[in-house]
């Protein structure tokens, strides 16, 4: 992934550093608990393990293993062949039984175990952003819209509760994700275990935080990644979804809030109002790219017989772009939402542009009850409403000026069934479900 | 979905009876809700419900609702309007506060839930067949390829067993799908609860078996749809894998395994080894349709606002089809294993075409224990392995005749080094890593 | 497909009706070619014929080979088998030489040439409202937006004149898809013309306009029908943007435009504003149906060897489907745009809703021309926008206010400056471009 | 992209320093198009081109353009800030009137136009390895599949006269493709050439072989970079049909042909018939990556009003990446197939693994030529092909064996009827359609 949508911490995971660093301490762990189960004699694995400690600087140097695999033409091989040529001849006992795609897989698992865990806090940011900035507008009035139409009034706190429950449902999936990627195969040639104990596996599970893989066959089942990519796709669209919000509440005729301007950044140079929602739309697109990632991923499930290896390219590259991409747009998605600059005075001229029409339902509900037949009243409160709609007024003007409408309900009472408050009763109970105890300061997620 | 691809079974949960069935009992069980807690008259209610048992069936009735919904061009009014012409005056106490989402949503929700029970019974079938068929075949010997070249022995229970477990892992998505898909919004217009108490949604939510969800925007959202719809494609991902490795089974140079054919049935009118594996492909192109329908799930997560419309048709129609396809494509590839012919001998055959040479590295292993230099243990057996491969000659036989062999190793040792048991030693442990109990009875999934 | 986004005359295309009408016409053109050829008697074939266009009535019977196909089990064959049962003996010069993909793939041709003139009958509909809308609305003045933001000034017509190059665009693709797809194999068993001569082909292909497949494999290469689909995808796309335009324009802040909205038809009960702008959220929604099957026909492509039919079921539904509703949504659009309500008094407030912001720049321009170092040109021209943006006032006036902009440009000239016609100077030959002759009748897509 | 799926070629299009140079060009030529027309006085210009060119390596910096914005936040304004630092005040003749996006996107059609011609030449290069070897193996017999089962005899220069026919097509689209992404906008901040002439424009377009676009909205319309993307993901499909048609072939069972393998290569250390189609497995997985680069160019179409930035992000990385794969892809394709070996042997035991089944339907068609009844025919055949297959014996030998055969055809008819030149008969006529000219030197793609 190009470094402008990359972080390096999400970088580092996937660097060949990190990867050389891991079949190391892959190779190392597998030789220990052989030596341990008897296979191999303790004494040079103790040392060798002590040479790889002492030398682990050198050891992990991708350029000299490029330079071995110029020509052994095998990247695991030219490792193997590095780390016998710096710790010398106990370095024979690494790798024994294995198969490279015990170390390639197992290793794999570990950064994708990795990379989840920075996710996991990524979608904490998000969330922390999301509930502060929820709890700070829980009675913001604002309009609520449906088809990109005014409909009734909710708070802009309800709109950051629905995202902040969202992210947090997607965290519970990585949570899972997580969870189905770390699984460990060290099974051989072709997953039988021919020349490999299966405790082997076992004691480097355990040493990885991962469970052994239950059936590999040379590969873990590559399921498991179309998951764990899904669940990117899914983390991605939620990105979107709230992006978007944004970038409607954005424009010009809308202005209820904007991404933070950095003081002396410039939209336009002599159009003050052209602060484009940029990091929104950035965000708009890193989707895209995240949720490309997922049907690549769902092809490479179905590998021949017991491998092929048509699935490699697209993990060289899709995977950890994948997870570099969703890890920066979490990230910009956290800030941007801390520091959204939200307009309460533009969203409740918003609310009343509409000159009172969002509660005409209730009055109508008022009439009804208080005897007059539906149709009637219907009558009545859609007459007055064509008139605020068209003319501009106050539909509550109207009604009161209104004597079919005032046989019935008076002043104070029509005044009443256009308190906001009336749609806002609700919103500390769904506070408390999304949020969790009434303090408010729980993580419900 | 056209009915050569749908049973009859996942079809019903999506048909205008079923769904007029549910609105139906949603209503009702609102309007009761709503009784129950005092926000309409108890009475008119419980006659109400008594008049729906009574004409249960007139209610149902997708024709005369559609006949209705050409003037009042709106579903959920059209049924509406149809209830009272049924019942009477009462019907005015259903819908009372809701919004058409809150019905449809959660009837939405009510199917998926069903579809996916479907689903889960489907999958469990698929795995009563793999796993009855994995422990027929435990032990039968097969050659293990990687890249669709020979690689070492596996057996034909192993790849069953591969399989099983990939299907007891979608299983459990699919578990968790139903869970996360299995919510309630009975919330009206923009979820505020304006009009209607959340009581009445707590009662609906569990009359069906949901749980309320938590913060709703007129509509249930979306990433709980696109995360089933990610697991069908998963699922079907895996169908895919399973499909392929019975054609290339089925292969006429292969021939380990074929599709049931039966008596009677042609594949070609004069050429008897024409049965082309025509269930498996089919089941190839049903998992690319079943996948296709991931991208709109996802694109369908970021509705505008408090929502649009637009994920309304991709759900009328990708939704339903996908679980359609999806439930036949299990039940087509839990028959087709279930029925599949195994060709023991034919496995053993193709075993032994390359006369022995996936047992050279065990040769190798044995010469340099025997105390020869790895560097000569190999230039040796490699010398006679390309012997076998080109003159297709056995390699035990070769190596028998070589003295450079027979100083370290005699016949006796070596024929225990071709013997197919030493790749088949931990198969026990792996079965019952992957069906639990030793007993191998129990369904690990 | 479902109804409710079907239109008869694509759903025709592909009855099973018209699917053995076509099946009919072609296995009689290739007898006929036969006979031409001497390769069969021409006598039983002519008398074939006849008898053929005499009980063509009979003959197109899906019921009725679906009943013989449940005993023969394979379509084709039960199609012949009815022939033969209705016209006799000579139907045993049907078929001679064929493999069923012959008349399959032939047809599916012929369907989708069909298919595609529709959808240009369509465009053109799409094209031609565009085209009239566009010269309606040439002249009249709205905002330009980039990012959601206020820009400059363009005019009404200018969009539709980009939409109208768009579809125009689509038009010629589509003429070259369905060149693409126009192709006739009438080869055997696997494309070698071992029983069938290849002037069979070539009669067959002159009979129905298309030309033959240079080289088939028993198929037609599924490349053909993969472009075909890319184009389909590519015209969802198209509908999209123009769908998404006109959602934005309808948004209860902008309210620029309006879909059509019939005298009687409700959005809401008593919100008159509540004019949902549906017919464009649904071609939202279509379009990312139709883009979904982009991808499995891409899939579709790699067939094995020869051969193998895991494309058939996605062309028995997606290939359909994606026709019908590109159809459907093409039509839907059409129509749509041309009934849009247009508010050029909207447009002209919301234009001027920036007090003249969108000429900012040509004041700065025009101060550095007059003279002013542009650095204090941009302070001054900055500082009164500022104002104009904060305080609401017009920003000519408060230009023609400041001393240090007067002392450079006389009130006339500033309102020069402002003078939206500047911007539309080249409208003409935008026009032009896009739909040709100046005259502006010409359709120059 | 990663340097492991990169050609420098190609990634040189994409470079900052290929960028920037074309920046300075495209911003040149519209100045000196200016001047040419009077906009700005020709002098200046003149010397600030002169200037350009002497400094121009100074100039294409990319390091020192990114020190500048970082400060700026804006890489055109950083861009044109160090063309002042370098050629001193001239610089500010240039991008008068343009808007950002008229340099970008006409750079990036600039840049895909240079890619699509790599990519040709690379399809080139797949057409003449392709060609060549469908000569040299135009007559070598192997069996055609269908279903992976054996049907009846092909060439295996059909096979690749096949694939040429596809490569061709892809050809004949990557031209159009070129075709339609090659266009110029000069068209100020929403396409309305306020401030700049459209002369500029076409003065630009015809300096750099690129047609005017003929309506912009500040941005060029996306769905020209879709059309491109599909055609990419096209030819990737039929890159993966080849490859997975190798990959079958390769396959140990099969072993008609092979991929290249260097002396001294080494599959596996024993085991000489462990040659791993790795290339064409390689090969399928770029297929994935590219393909999945369509849905998101499809998305990229449906930008905001004059546009949004949404598309930025997925063409910064996805449209360089997938044709940096493409052109990868292609080369190594080419490589591979002028390479292949291919087992003219192998193919023709295989073609007679089924013991002349292959030929059952011609035998048929003769006897019942020779008179018998069709049902009668079919029985005798039927029953000799039933032995042929679970007997091992040559189908030609029973049939010469069977009375009621030679009761009407004698051997030597019988041995005709088993020549496979039956089956080749038309192979010229199918190269002339594939190739041309039967002198078989035509490219006719």
């Not at 710790?87 to 015990?102: I, N, Q």
């Not at 405790?199 to 179309?226: K, N």
């Not at 140079?269 to 708009?284: D, F, G, I, Q």
């Amino acid at each position: 992934m190009i470094p402008r949508y990359s972080r390096p911490e999400m970088v580092a995971v996937f660097s060949p550093e990190t990867k050389l660093g891991i079949w190391l301490d892959v190779e190392l762990a597998a030789a220990e608990a052989m030596a341990e189960i008897g296979a191999v004699p303790a004494e040079p694995v103790r040392a060798l393990t002590q040479k790889a400690a002492a030398h682990r600087e050198r050891l992990i140097d991708p350029a000299r293993v490029e330079e071995i695999e110029a020509v052994t033409r095998h990247d695991v091989i030219a490792f193997l062949t590095h780390v016998e040529q710096v710790c010398g001849e106990e370095a024979r006992f690494l790798h024994l039984g294995l198969t490279s795609s015990d170390l390639l897989d197992t290793t794999l698992a570990i950064q994708l175990t990795r990379a989840a865990d920075l996710i996991l806090t990524d979608l904490d940011l998000v969330l922390d952003a999301l509930e502060r900035r929820a709890y700070e507008h829980k009675l913001t009035p604002c309009i609520g819209r449906s088809h990109g139409i005014h409909a009734e009034p909710v708070t802009f706190g309800l709109k950051l509760a629905s995202a902040f429950a969202e992210f947090a449902r997607n965290r519970r999936r990585m949570v899972r994700a997580r969870e189905e990627i770390a699984t460990c195969a060290i099974s051989g040639a072709v997953g039988t275990f021919a020349n490999v104990d299966p405790r082997v596996e076992a004691a480097v599970a355990v040493r990885f935080g991962l469970r052994p893989e239950p059936i590999s066959t040379q590969v873990i089942p590559r399921d498991r990644h179309a998951a764990f990519t899904s669940v990117l796709a899914l983390i991605a669209s939620s990105i979107e979804r709230l992006a978007i919000e944004v970038r409607h509440l954005q424009r010009t005729e809308v202005r209820e809030a904007e991404e933070f301007f950095a003081a002396g950044q410039k939209g336009s140079s002599a159009m003050p109002h052209k602060r484009n929602p940029v990091l929104s739309e950035n965000l708009t697109g890193l989707a895209r790219m995240i949720r490309a990632a997922v049907i690549p991923a769902l092809e490479n499930v179905a590998l021949w017989h017991e491998r092929d290896i048509s699935h490699s390219s697209v993990e060289r590259v899709m995977l950890p772009d994948a997870c570099i991409l969703t890890d920066f747009a979490l990230v910009r998605l956290a800030r941007m939402m801390e520091n959204l600059v939200v307009y309460p005075e533009q969203m409740r001229r918003n609310l009343e542009a509409t000159h009172g029409l969002h509660s005409s339902q209730r009055v109508l509900l008022a009439l009804t009850e208080a005897g007059l037949p539906r149709q009637k009243a219907y009558e009545i409160v859609q007459r007055q409403a064509m008139r605020a709609w068209h003319e501009g007024k106050p539909l509550l003007e109207l009604l009161a000026g209104d004597p079919e409408v005032t046989a019935h309900l008076d002043r104070a009472r029509l005044e009443r069934l256009f308190d906001l408050d009336y749609h806002f009763k609700h919103v500390d109970t769904i506070f408390e479900r999304v949020f969790g105890a009434p303090a408010g300061n729980g993580n419900g997620g």
